[in-house]
């Protein structure tokens, strides 16, 4: 389990560093949303995936489940929800000022 769990992490960090080297705004967002789900993934498969086991201790149980992994997970979560959509709402105000989401078209010309 562990083993498909980091190849599903590695293609998605093949993808997000794909999507990160594009032109568009929108694909350079999809590559950080993409970035960080495969970070998740990451740090899940960091934490020994136990399947049937609780994630606290109690009287009785001798096996258990590491809940730091999953509470940075839930946190990071929160966080890249909030820079993803912080990171849409400046690309749609970028592409309505400039009319282009191209990047090349929106660094602007050496002259300027």
């Known amino acids: ?5 980091s190849i599903l ?3 998605l960090f093949a993808t997000a560093i ?10 350079i967002i999809i590559g950080t949303v993409l970035l960080s789900h495969g970070a998740h ?3 899940l498969t960091m934490g020994q995936l136990k399947t049937g086991k609780p ?5 009785g149980v001798e096996q258990y489940t590491d809940p730091l992994p999953q509470a940075l997970i839930l946190t990071s ?3 890249s929800f909030g820079v993803t ?3 849409l709402v400046l690309s749609y ?7 282009s989401d191209n990047m090349e078209e929106l660094r602007g010309s050496e002259h300027e």
């Open 1 to 5: 389990m562990e083993i498909l769990m």
């Open 55 to 59: 994630p606290i201790i109690v009287e």
């Open 9 to 11: 992490a590695g293609i």
């Open 85 to 87: 959509s912080l990171l």
């Open 41 to 43: 993934l990451f740090i």
């Open 18 to 27: 794909y999507n990160l080297l594009q032109k568009q705004l929108l694909r």
């Open 77 to 79: 979560i929160v966080i």
């Open 93 to 99: 105000r970028a592409s309505k000022l400039n009319e």
